[in-house]
C-alpha cells in the first residue's frame, strides 16, 4: 500500500529505459516550444508568464511559436493553447473552434452554451475586460491534465484585446464557449489551472467506466 502510495504521488523515484535515455543522450533535452504539452507538475505551468518584449514581434522565434500554437491545436483536442503549455513562459496563446470540431459537441450544449466556430486568433500580451459578470458552470478539460475533467465557473462574455505574432493590433468580443477558452488561455498565463477554480466535486477521470471493465 505503502509503495502504491509513494508511486502514485509521483514519490518513488523514476527511471528511463534504456531506449529513452540512449536518445536522451544522442539527441540531448528536448526545447521549447515542446512538440507535447506540458503536464501539471511543470513549474512553468504554476508560472506567471512574462510580457513578449516589443523587439521581439516580427521576430522568427515569435513566428515559430505562433506555428507550434497552431499545430498542436489542430493535433490535440483542444480549443485553446498557451505557450507556457509548450514550455514558453511568455503572455502568448491561440485559440480556434471549426465548424467540424463544433459539430462534435451535443446540441443541447450548443445552444445552451452558445458553442459557435471561431477563427484561428492569436494574442501576444493579451489583456481581458469582463463585459457580462454572469457565471455559467460549464465541463472543462485541459491536454496540460490529460484525462481528467470538471464543472467550471466562466463569466459568459469578455472583450481580449492584443497584438498578433506581427504585432498587429487583435481585438475579439468573445461570448459564451469562445469566452469559456479565453478565460481557461488567460488563466495558463497567470499560472493558474482550471482545477483551481473547478467545483471540486465534479473532478471526473473521463475514462472512469473503461477502467472499471
Given at each position: ?8 504521488s509521483g ?95 451535443p446540441p ?31 465541463p472543462e ?73
Amino acid at each position: 500500500m505503502a509503495a502504491a502510495l509513494a508511486e502514485g504521488s509521483g514519490w518513488a523515484r523514476r527511471e528511463r529505459s534504456y531506449w529513452r535515455a540512449l536518445r536522451r543522450r544522442v539527441l540531448g533535452p528536448p526545447s521549447p516550444p515542446f512538440a507535447a504539452p506540458c503536464q501539471v507538475g511543470a513549474p512553468v505551468l504554476r508560472s506567471a508568464a512574462a510580457a513578449v518584449p516589443p523587439e521581439q514581434l516580427g521576430s522568427s522565434e515569435l513566428r515559430e511559436l505562433a506555428e507550434a500554437l497552431a499545430a498542436g491545436l489542430r493535433r490535440w483536442p483542444c480549443l485553446g493553447l498557451s505557450a507556457p503549455q509548450l514550455g514558453v513562459p511568455l503572455r502568448v496563446f491561440a485559440a480556434e473552434l471549426t465548424p467540424a470540431r463544433c459539430g462534435q459537441y451535443p446540441p443541447e450544449l450548443r445552444r445552451s452554451h452558445r458553442v459557435e466556430p471561431f477563427p484561428l486568433r492569436l494574442l501576444v500580451n493579451p489583456t481581458l475586460r469582463v463585459l457580462d459578470a454572469r457565471l455559467v458552470t460549464a465541463p472543462e478539460g485541459c491536454v496540460s491534465v490529460k484525462g481528467f475533467s470538471a464543472f467550471v465557473p466562466r463569466h459568459w462574455a469578455v472583450h481580449v484585446t492584443g497584438v498578433d505574432e506581427r504585432g498587429e493590433p487583435v481585438s475579439w468580443e468573445a461570448t459564451g464557449w469562445a469566452a469559456r477558452v479565453v478565460q481557461h488561455e488567460m488563466d495558463h498565463l497567470d499560472g493558474i489551472l482550471y482545477v483551481d477554480r473547478m467545483d471540486t466535486r465534479t473532478f471526473t477521470n473521463v475514462n472512469w467506466m473503461e477502467l472499471l471493465d
